[in-house]
Nanobody, 123 residues
């Protein structure tokens, strides 16, 4: 198993940047595909980005392409989400997720989840 803890959320203005981090503990971090998801009030959880075991491959939801960047540091057991040019519609709880096999965009494909960190973007 792996335990995930997100940090870095907060209240920012439109156009600002935030960097979310997810710290993993437990079994070998480099064995897990990592993803970021978000969930706004009254909406379903949606895919934001994912990164492969070595970090050589990444994928993004269309609505964050060019603004968000996912990265991982296997030596430090962390995965980060750099968020630039934030918009009010980016307001949500952001979750880190991990799985040993699945690397897609369905939340049900990931076995391990963090508790989430709130991101609020004011206009």
């Amino acid at each position: 198993q792996v335990q995930l803890v997100e940090s870095g959320g907060g209240l920012v203005q439109a156009g600002d940047s935030l960097r979310l981090s997810c710290a993993a503990s437990g079994r070998a971090f480099s064995n897990y595909v990592m993803g970021w998801f978000r969930q706004a009030p009254g909406k379903e959880r949606e895919f934001v980005a994912a990164i492969s075991l070595t970090g050589s491959s990444t994928s993004y939801a269309d609505f964050v392409k060019g603004r968000f960047t996912i990265s991982r540091g296997n030596a430090r057991n962390t995965v980060n989400l750099q968020m630039n040019s934030l918009k009010p519609e980016d307001t949500a709880v952001y979750y880190c997720a991990a799985d040993v096999r699945y690397s897609g965009s369905r939340p049900s494909g990931y076995d391990y989840w963090g508790q989430g960190t709130q991101v609020t973007v004011s206009s």
